[in-house]
């Protein structure tokens, strides 16, 4: 008896210890996922979790507190997402539950590419024009020959990701800045392609995560598709093409990004995700991709967890290490001093910190 006790004493004791072991939950997108989980560099802490779902769930399972998206239960604390809040979302959120949760806070996490990687058959330095991925993602060109000026007959087959994504909507903002009457700016694949819900050609292939891409490229030749740095070798003009000359490599990122301006209003949410979809230099695909944090929790060691997190991640050099290794670019050194003054110190007075007292009286997101 006393054997079968300590033993049931004991899975408790397992149980509550691997609870909170996991305290801070979140999830979304899957671009900077092995980033953020699951490698031996990854940054996010011990215990925090990470449910790779797409940005749309990300957003979703955040912005209404939803933890089943994520597979668990419990408060959502944060989001990972490539794509970025809309007004609409935003709106909705403070009216539903912004005077109970607090504020949100919507923050640039590394800067990345989206690259095109490539399979064709005696090619391999790929240089497709912004004009040239518009045909071909939009189906206009159906053959490499079509798309290229040759006589190449192999048929375009076309990979894209089939959920709500953010990597797709950091493509389609490329795309409608180049060619509007064939793609809106939307994270869903099929919408942002023109008309919206129309057909795709058969031999377009539709995968859910950034990991499939690749790959499914690499099965058929004739294939291309869109993926972030982490998912492919970037810097190869073997594997993935360059746009208008230029390799996604993270210093193009870097220049791609660097005309972007400090927000002037900082309790603005959207003025911290800056928005460079036809940069004058760099890789032309480029963007940040995001967290999304409540500024208040009710419990407070999540708080301090995620101040503790954003400490380090928002210093110099911070997780620039892991960063670079994979494939993405770290936040400015200027914009990485603005989101400590103004979520971590307070140093700005602004009252935009975790867990602010006069904001947070009483108020944050669930326990």
């Known amino acids: ?100 949760f607090g504020p949100l806070i919507q923050l640039p996490s590394v800067a990345t590419s989206v690259a095109i990687p490539y399979k064709k058959a005696g090619n391999t330095t790929l240089n497709l024009t912004s004009a040239q991925l518009c045909d071909a993602f939009s189906g206009t060109a159906t053959t490499w020959g079509a798309l290229l000026g040759t006589a190449d007959a192999t048929p375009i087959r076309i990979v894209y990701r089939n959920v709500s994504s953010g990597t797709s909507e950091i493509l389609s903002r490329h795309l409608n800045s180049i060619c509007p009457t064939k793609f809106a700016v939307n994270s869903t694949f099929t919408n942002a392609r023109l008309p919206a819900g129309s057909t795709l050609p058969s031999n377009w292939v539709g995968v859910a995560e950034t990991a499939d891409v690749a790959p499914t490229v690499n099965l058929v030749d004739g294939s291309i598709g869109y993926v972030g740095p ?32 400090l927000p002037t209003v900082p309790s603005n949410p959207t003025q911290w995700v800056p928005v460079v979809a036809n940069p004058a230099s760099g890789y032309p695909i480029a963007a940040y991709t995001n967290f999304i944090f409540g500024q208040c929790y009710k419990d407070a060691a999540v708080a301090n967890d995620v101040r503790a997190f954003l400490t380090t991640h928002y210093s110099v050099p911070g997780n620039t290490v892991a960063t670079v290794a994979h494939g993405f670019s770290v936040v400015p050194t200027n914009w990485k001093n603005a989101v400590t003054a103004n979520f971590i110190t307070n140093t700005t007075g602004n009252n935009l910190n975790i867990n602010n007292a006069s904001v947070c009286n009483a108020i944050g997101r669930p326990l």
């Open 1 to 100: 008896m006393f054997k079968r006790t300590l033993i049931a004493a004991s899975l408790t004791v397992a149980a509550l210890a691997s609870a909170q072991a996991m305290a801070v939950t979140g999830g979304g997108a899957s671009l900077p996922a092995a980033l953020y989980k699951g490698s031996a560099n990854s940054i996010l802490p011990a215990n925090f979790s990470y449910a790779v779902t797409g940005s749309g769930i990300g957003k979703s399972a955040f912005l209404t507190n939803t933890a089943s998206q994520f597979g668990t239960t419990g408060t959502v604390h944060f989001a990972g997402s490539d794509s970025i809040l809309s007004a609409t979302e935003i709106s909705t959120y403070n009216a539903n539950f912004g005077a109970s």
């Open 230 to 261: 982490d998912g492919v070798n970037a810097t190869s003009n073997a594997v993935v093409a360059r746009v208008n000359g230029v390799q996604p490599t993270p210093a193009n990122v870097t220049a791609a990004l660097s005309s972007a301006p």
